[in-house]
């Protein structure tokens, strides 16, 4: 069983700097690529940034220039460091740990902390 424990989200005004981290645990085996997704009211879950086992990065186009994905291989653990938060930012973050085993993909969630960013 793999858990997957994000850190508290909270409430910061526009243009002010939020951090989440993220503790994968338990029976993890060929970890590949591990990130941040989201969810606002209304739509569908979208990608905000990932980094895989060979440290390659990957960010939404909303998100670049501002928010910094960084992973600790040997701990498990991804970060998301955004800066210059504003209200469209606002919306529930996922961590998601992918595993490549056997020829099989499987995917990992976290519960979900909510960001909010005040106008």
């Known amino acids: 069983q793999v858990q997957l424990v994000e850190s508290r989200g909270g409430l910061v005004q526009a243009g002010g700097s939020l951090s989440l981290s993220c503790a994968a645990s338990?029976?993890?085996?060929?970890?590949?690529?591990m990130g941040w997704y989201r969810q606002a009211p209304g739509n569908q879950r979208e990608l905000v940034a990932t980094?895989?086992?060979?440290?390659?990065?990957n960010y939404a186009d909303s998100v670049k220039g501002r928010f910094t994905i960084d992973r600790d291989y040997a701990k498990n653990r991804v970060y998301l460091q955004m800066n210059s938060l504003k209200a469209e930012d606002t919306a529930i973050y996922y961590c998601?740990?992918?595993?490549?085993?056997?020829?099989?993909?499987?995917?990992?969630w976290g519960q979900g902390t909510q960001v909010t960013v005040s106008a």
């Open positions: 998601n740990l992918e595993t490549y085993a056997g020829g099989r993909t499987s995917n990992y």
């Open positions: 338990g029976s993890i085996f060929s970890p590949n690529a």
């Open positions: 980094v895989t086992s060979s440290g390659q990065t």
